[in-house]
């Protein structure tokens, strides 16, 4: 049996305040063509579907335009849980009656969750969707104390393997965060005051774990499965492959992991050198509408440098300076320039503003000119 899995599409995202929501459309039809092109028995969505409880209504319409062309088009079916970033109950509206149609919802915690059965040629798979679940909504559902997500998640597995049959290959299609995967930064938190990961061991049984959360596609083990992000959604993933994984489940349970690429709008990249010289090499730069984040190596003065820097690459989306960096902190960069004599930093925004360095007589001006400013002060804290 053939799955695509998917996750953390983040519809609605905005990235340095700009809405993704057409790069993601970009991205999201390459997947339908690739859903046309697979044919896979199924289509697993684990969580973060959007961005936020409240999705602006443009990724709502891009959601329904996606999953209409893969589930009523494509006579695919869709296997969609709400991630810890989705209002669960917003996500599941219409679970019920899409039902029957081949589109699949997990969104609120249930103490019978959502069980989907699929056969192929070697026989029954029972897909399980959990969608994300608070310890407390777990209590709520089952009747018991969790103690953290763990024991939460714990609680809802043993719940399945007491039903499931003997047998019968198994899939969990879930949204945490385990022991020893790679997060990266745009990630929120599963838990405030706490622990949010779980360990490996508790999906011990099941042949299939495909989850979403984490944002770099990775395998734990050899059955527990992450997808990753739809895109780059944090300069720390600007070094990540994005991809879709299309997962093959054999007669005994065993899995092979095929990932594909989808090809962005614009990449994420991080630039670095002098400013002049990133200027000067965007119009060679075959990338340069792509979203850069610069880290600049001057170490002077710079005047303007992200208008500078939009001129060559206009979705530049943040600078920051290396010199402050190396410092150790921002507080601690400070400091240094404050140390910085007045003539020392004029000279540097001198040299950003005419690219040229101050004359003998422009130095000699500046030096009487700082001396007065100097008497001035000394007379008026004398006078006071």
């Keep these: 049996m053939r799955f695509l899995h998917t996750a953390d599409w983040h519809l609605g995202r905005l990235f340095h305040a700009r809405s993704l929501v057409d790069d993601q459309a970009y991205v999201l039809d390459q997947f339908v063509d690739l859903v ?8 697993l969505l684990a969580g973060d579907v959007y961005d936020r409880a409240v999705p602006p209504p443009e990724a709502v319409a891009l959601l329904d335009d996606v999953l209409a062309r893969i589930v009523a088009g494509l006579r695919v079916p869709v296997v969609m849980i709400a991630g810890n970033h989705d209002n669960a109950q917003r996500l599941a509206f219409g679970a019920r009656l899409m039902q029957d149609q081949g589109l699949h919802v997990a969104g609120l915690v249930s103490k019978d969750p959502l069980c989907v059965r699929l056969r192929d040629a070697d026989g029954e798979v029972r ?10 909504l777990v209590r709520d559902a089952y009747g018991v104390e969790p103690a953290g997500h763990e024991a939460a998640l714990a609680t809802q597995l043993d719940a399945i393997r007491a039903v499931h049959p003997a047998g019968v290959r198994s899939v969990v299609v879930g949204h945490a965060f385990v022991v020893g995967g790679s997060a990266s930064e745009s990630e929120r938190p599963l838990s405030v005051g706490g622990s949010g ?6 999906f011990d049984g099941f042949d299939l774990v495909a989850l979403g959360h984490l944002h770099r596609p990775q395998t734990l083990g050899e059955r527990i499965h992450y997808a990753g992000s739809l895109l780059k959604y944090s300069v720390s993933e600007a070094g990540h492959a994005k991809s879709v994984s299309l997962i093959e489940l054999d007669a005994r349970g ?7 690429a989808l090809r962005p709008r614009r990449d994420l990249r991080v630039l670095q050198g002098t400013l002049a010289e990133l200027v000067a090499g965007a119009a060679a730069d075959p990338g340069r509408d792509d979203y850069i984040h610069a880290v600049l190596t001057d170490t002077g003065a710079l005047l303007d440098p992200m208008a500078r820097l939009r001129q060559g690459y206009p979705n530049t989306l943040a600078l920051e300076r290396a010199v402050l960096a190396r410092s150790g902190t921002a507080g601690a960069a400070g400091r240094r320039l404050r140390e910085l004599d007045t003539a020392t930093l004029f000279a540097d925004f001198f040299r950003e503003v005419t690219d040229g360095e101050l004359d003998e007589p422009q130095r000699a001006a500046l030096q009487q000119a700082l001396g007065g400013l100097d008497r001035d002060v000394r007379g008026a804290e004398g006078s006071a």
Excluded: C, H
């Design 36 to 43: 046309r092109e697979q044919r896979p028995d199924a289509v």
């Design 127 to 136: 897909l399980y969707a959990l969608p994300y679940a608070e310890p407390a």
């Design 197 to 202: 990961a779980v360990a490996a061991s508790v």
């Design 254 to 260: 065993g899995v092979r992991i095929e990932p594909i």
